[in-house]
């Protein structure tokens, strides 16, 4: 089993004001998966994110990717593990203004030591011909493509989406969704996704629903949907 979360409990605050917002999260994802992680705001699904890539720790329990338990890790380990290991795309993009599509993908590329190649990437997100532009001469979608490439181009073993088509429009949203399936076909990357929008978990090959810090289902799903498809 690649991903594997074992009692994953986390609270915040102290005393009377303590939340316990995951209470005790067991799961296994599989290498390659797109797994969405579905459920209201407050739900624990952006915590449990944050624990998985190592943002935040949980206060008891481990997860562990490829059998190495990252509880193990010292800091220094950790940040190198984020750093070779990790892709993290944000419902905020999060792109330096002062640096073109391609330089701002090329950020990422110079934090791992098997970069794919830019140009090729470019043209797998549909960004070729705008790589000279600035942020803020795109779109939303393009800049959230821009976002996606710079996590994508580490070539990173597990890509972290937390709610990546939140601020996008409808036709806009559908494509980040075929984008982020297409780049999980073509590069294998294990996929783990953010989202209250309950359309999208039919894209998964696993679906973990989760309800007031608890796993209320958890499966796989026997009917994908293209993304193209999704209705909602």
């Given at each position: 089993?690649f ?6 409990k ?7 004001s ?8 067991n799961?296994?994802?599989n290498r390659?998966?797109?797994c969405?992680?579905?459920?209201p705001?407050g739900?624990g ?7 998985i ?8 329990g481990?997860?562990s990717?490829d059998?190495v338990?990252m509880?193990d ?7 190198k593990?984020?750093?070779?290991h ?6 905020m993009?999060?792109?330096?203004p002062?640096?073109?599509v391609?330089?701002?993908i090329?950020?990422g ?6 970069p794919?190649?830019i140009?090729?990437?470019l043209k797998?997100?549909?960004l070729?011909?705008?790589?000279h532009k ?8 393009q ?5 996606i490439?710079?996590?994508i181009?580490?070539n990173p073993?597990?890509l ?7 601020a996008l429009?409808?036709?806009?949203s559908?494509?980040?969704?075929k ?16 989202t ?8 998964a090959?696993?679906v973990i629903?989760?309800?007031?810090g608890?796993?209320r289902?958890?499966?796989?799903n ?5 993304a193209?498809?999704?209705d909602?």
């Amino acid at each position: 089993m690649f991903l594997e979360l074992n009692d994953i409990k986390k609270s915040f605050g102290e005393g009377d004001s303590r939340v316990d917002v995951l209470k005790g999260i067991n799961c296994q994802i599989n290498r390659g998966e797109i797994c969405v992680l579905l459920g209201p705001s407050g739900s624990g699904k952006s915590t449990l994110l944050n624990i998985i890539g190592g943002i935040d720790s949980p206060d008891s329990g481990n997860v562990s990717i490829d059998g190495v338990k990252m509880a193990d890790m010292k800091e220094k380990q950790l940040t190198k593990y984020r750093r070779n290991h990790l892709g993290y795309i944000f419902q905020m993009y999060n792109l330096i203004p002062n640096l073109n599509v391609k330089e701002n993908i090329e950020v990422g590329a110079y934090l791992s030591d098997k970069p794919l190649d830019i140009d090729d990437l470019l043209k797998t997100l549909g960004l070729y011909e705008h790589r000279h532009k600035l942020p803020n001469q795109l779109s939303g979608g393009q800049q959230q493509r821009t976002a996606i490439g710079r996590a994508i181009v580490k070539n990173p073993d597990i890509l972290l989406c937390d709610e990546p088509t939140g601020a996008l429009d409808y036709n806009t949203s559908k494509e980040i969704l075929k984008l982020i399936e297409d780049v999980n076909k073509k590069y294998g990357n294990t996929v783990v996704m953010v989202t209250h929008n309950d359309a999208i978990k039919n894209m998964a090959d696993r679906v973990i629903k989760l309800r007031d810090g608890m796993i209320r289902k958890d499966y796989v799903n026997e009917t994908k949907i293209p993304a193209v498809e999704l209705d909602w």
